[in-house]
């Protein structure tokens, strides 16, 4: 079983692509079987798996996400960032992903993506490999 913390510099908003990170990180566990957790420790950005060909679909979603959470004035929560708690829940913390031979099962188009909703700023991001 391996655990690694990464640390990234976030833009405003956005998807970064972590799919190599989490590769890296089951390469350095020397499991070849087994499942891989990648999780984010904040609670106003996440973690998913989508698309990572056409970087048109991240844009989307973004999109789409805005629609859905607008920046509302009459939110309560003091520190004006409710929109991107309500995000950040939508998408989750985690994802859990298979691992066969050595490698992330992923499909053609997947990647994994740490969703920043409230940057800049620094986040970690954990991954624990487990064999299994």
Known sequence: MTFL???LNT???GFVDITTLAQEAVGKSGVANG???IHC???TAGVTINENADPDVVRD???GLDKAFPNDASSRHAEGNSAAHLKASVIGSSVTVLVEKG???LGT???VYFCEFDGPRPRRFCVKVMEG
Do not use: K
């Open 5 to 7: 913390e990464y640390t």
């Open 11 to 13: 833009p405003d908003q």
């Open 35 to 37: 499942i891989v957790v």
């Open 41 to 43: 420790p904040h609670t």
């Open 61 to 63: 979603l973004l999109l």
């Open 103 to 105: 490698r992330l099962v």
């Open 109 to 111: 188009w997947q990647g």
